[in-house]
């Protein structure tokens, strides 16, 4: 009998110590987008404080590790977005994150809702591109993703297609949710020491949102730019090698039939 409760009175003791750790946690990894009281933002990001599917230990682990997309309900709110799954938290951290939400679930939220930031998406374009450096040293969105219609080849490939990313990732105030706090690996990994600021966050939504409701550009619009540019390019190298072929030593044999045509 004494066996069966060692488990129980381990557990009873660890849980105060797993909500500690998982509200680290939750601050490292969740209250970019979900808040820090795990408030949310209306029609954007669902709240977790007050949440029942909070206190469903498997199904945030799961959620935590695999991401998930909407639609779904909360407290009579539909939320449509996407939650990108984040591996880079262990199952054991994830569960940790639990532990905290399950002492979060039996109350309100604590204050206010944020306000959602309004971006100037003029300013959002410029920094995508490029043409204007972010204040913290960060690569442009160019170089690893690309929108339909911008930009002369479209931009890089490593990363997913941004055109309809205000549609996927829950509005401006998703967007700028996620963009100040990453929860993808490898854009966290390349923003490490170098954040958006909240105004660059929210002009580079305002921006995606803007590009979303626009009538989107053909594939073969970049098949034409791509021609274009190798034509471009081979011009560039028929004229190099024709300069170098000009100013190459001269052999014995040209040099006599110059003097000769003399």
């Known amino acids: ?15 105060p110590t797993l909500a500690q750790e998982g509200k680290a946690l939750y601050g490292q990894f969740c209250a970019g987008c979900h808040g820090a009281e ?13 949440n029942p599917r909070a206190l469903d230990e498997t199904h945030v682990v799961q959620v935590v590790r695999q991401g998930l997309s909407g639609p779904l309900e909360v407290g009579g ?27 979060l679930s039996g109350a309100e939220p604590q204050g ?15 920094l995508y591109l490029g043409q204007r450096p972010l204040q913290n040293g960060g690569a442009p969105c160019q170089a690893c993703h690309t929108v339909a219609g911008l930009g002369f080849l479209g931009g890089g490939s490593l990363g997913k297609d941004l055109t309809d990313a ?11 949710a ?15 020491g170098k954040p958006l600021t909240e105004a660059e966050a929210a002009a580079l939504a305002a921006f995606l949102v803007q590009v979303s409701q ?5 594939s073969s619009l970049y098949l034409g730019r791509f021609l274009v540019a190798g034509v471009f390019l081979l011009g560039l190298l028929l004229i190099y090698q024709a300069a170098v072929w000009q100013l190459r030593p001269k052999s014995l044999a040209e040099r006599i039939r110059s003097q000769l045509r003399r």
């Open 178 to 192: 996620l963009l100040t706090n990453p929860a993808f690996p490898v854009m966290r990994e390349a923003y490490k």
């Open 77 to 103: 709110v539909t939320y449509n977005g996407v939650m990108p799954p984040m591996p880079q938290v262990s199952e054991a951290q994830a569960r940790a994150i639990a532990q905290y939400l399950k002492g």
């Open 166 to 176: 205000a549609k996927r990732l829950g509005g401006e105030a998703g967007l700028t």
């Open 112 to 126: 206010p809702a944020p306000v959602a930031t309004q971006g100037d998406p003029a300013l959002g374009r410029a």
């Open 38 to 50: 795990a408030q949310g933002i209306p029609g954007a990001i669902p709240p977790l404080a007050g």
């Open 214 to 218: 626009e009538t989107p550009r053909p």
């Open 1 to 15: 009998m004494k066996r069966r409760l060692y488990p129980l009175v381990l557990a009873f003791l660890l849980a």
